[in-house]
């Protein structure tokens, strides 16, 4: 565990070896003239759970927009599979394999939830390839298929999100980053959403989260790291953030330390 991330090096503290997907160094990006990130350094591995955590203003959902290309740093780099980031417009982003589920439910509620879930793959051009990967995830997400001609603003909020994770596939891509995926869900549904999240990390996909359940998303993840004031406070696996005394005070009601992970 360390309290910042090496501007170097495999990226991988303390996760399975895997290829470098992400790498954030020395980012400092904000709003109107003010900087809310400040040198914000971490990478990411292939196949792993990346949960991002720390209090109201930290810069969670700041570094998301960052990433995503909704709002260009200051200074710093930005590499996807060693390819920059920086400057590109959101949808390069995605074109390049990372997709963004926002925190703010995000269907179309007059479309039917087959529709949405095809509206995923709006740049794909291959109407075979688009059947076959909604085929797919109607596998994978059994609620997809069986409200699949109802209209999406017939769902509740769980069972949105779970469509909204199912859209988020149609590009195939390999970085998903979703930013608060659990908000305002009941703890069950909100179990579930993890249970999924969980499955397409099973899948091979790298997930990048920021979770206000701080517990909950380091008990699933494989990584966690903790914003402070805009700044990487800590990094480590997500056990030893759990465990860890003044972190757990700070954010997480008290340290853990015989509560199975998972």
């Not at 529709?115 to 059947?131: H, I, S």
């Amino acid at each position: 565990m360390t309290t910042s991330e090496p501007a170097s090096g495999n990226g991988n503290g303390g996760a399975a070896p895997g290829e470098l997907l992400l790498k954030v160094e020395g980012v400092t990006a904000g709003y109107g003239g003010g900087d809310i990130l400040k040198g914000v350094s971490f990478t990411v591995a292939r196949n792993e759970i990346m949960c991002i955590v720390g209090p109201n203003g930290s810069g969670k959902s700041t570094l998301l927009s960052t990433i995503s290309g909704i709002l260009r740093p200051r200074t710093g780099e930005i590499a996807f599979l060693g390819d920059s980031l920086v400057g590109l417009a959101p949808r390069q982003i995605l074109g390049k394999g990372v997709v963004l589920v926002p925190q703010a439910h995000s269907l179309f509620a007059e479309m039917t939830v087959r529709e949405n879930v095809e509206m995923g793959a709006y740049t794909v051009r291959d109407p075979a390839l688009v059947r076959r990967r909604r085929d797919e995830i109607e596998e994978m997400f059994p609620l997809v298929r069986e409200r699949a001609a109802d209209k999406a603003g017939s769902l509740s909020g769980g069972q949105q999100r779970l469509v909204e994770l199912a859209r988020s596939l149609m590009l195939d891509p390999s970085l998903i980053v979703l930013d608060e995926p659990s908000i305002g869900l009941d703890p069950p549904t909100r179990r579930t959403v993890f249970q999924m999240v969980r499955l397409m990390n099973e899948q091979g996909r790298t997930i990048l989260l920021v979770e206000q359940n701080a517990r909950a998303g380091l008990k699933l993840s494989t990584r966690g790291l903790v914003l402070e004031n805009g700044r990487v406070r800590l990094t480590g696996t997500g056990r030893e953030i759990l465990e860890h005394p003044e972190i757990g005070s700070l954010y997480l009601g008290g340290a853990v330390s015989s509560t199975p992970a998972g």
